[in-house]
């Protein structure tokens, strides 16, 4: 009796004491956390939908490692992006970066957009939507000059 209410005891000051860290990482990070209890069918219909959707993203590391551990998938850590570079969590805790031999993402108007060298008209100009260089082809007009 008395080594079950010691083992009773314990087991609630390890249940406060990961619930006060969860609680610390939530309010450093800012993010709000998914319930993750779920029954054994539904746990295995998820997570073949998740891994089917590709990597998560996250704003910080600590909260890439975290969401990459409770949805065991690997996590996209945003403030780590580079233009030629990807980081991610991994759900072992581990990170992993991935580098290109040049750049596949450029930074406009504050966020990152893949490359893509698709030509846009816009007005006198034929513009790529997303390159690493200010480039402007002329769209052909010709101009008539008058004496």
């Known amino acids: ?19 006060a860290e969860t609680a610390v990482v939530a309010e450093s990070s800012g993010l709000a956390f998914a319930d993750t209890t779920t029954n054994a069918s539904a746990a295995s219909a998820s997570s073949d939908t998740s891994n089917a959707s590709g990597p998560a993203e996250a704003q910080d590391e600590t909260s890439a490692v975290l969401m990459a ?26 990170l992993e970066t991935e580098a290109y031999a040049g750049p596949v993402r450029v930074k406009q ?25 200010d480039i402007a082809v002329s769209d052909g007009a010709t101009r008539i ?3």
Not at 69 to 94: C, F, H, I, M, W
């Open 1 to 19: 009796m008395q080594q079950a209410r010691r083992l009773r005891q314990i087991a609630i000051g390890v249940v406060m004491l990961m619930a």
């Open 69 to 94: 551990r409770l949805q065991n998938r690997k996590t996209e850590v945003l403030s780590a992006r580079t233009t030629d570079s990807t980081t991610y969590a991994l759900p072992s805790g581990e």
């Open 109 to 133: 108007d504050g966020t990152w957009k893949n490359i893509n060298t698709s030509l846009s008209d816009t007005g006198a100009d034929l513009t790529p939507q997303a390159a690493t260089a």
């Open 145 to 147: 000059w008058h004496r």
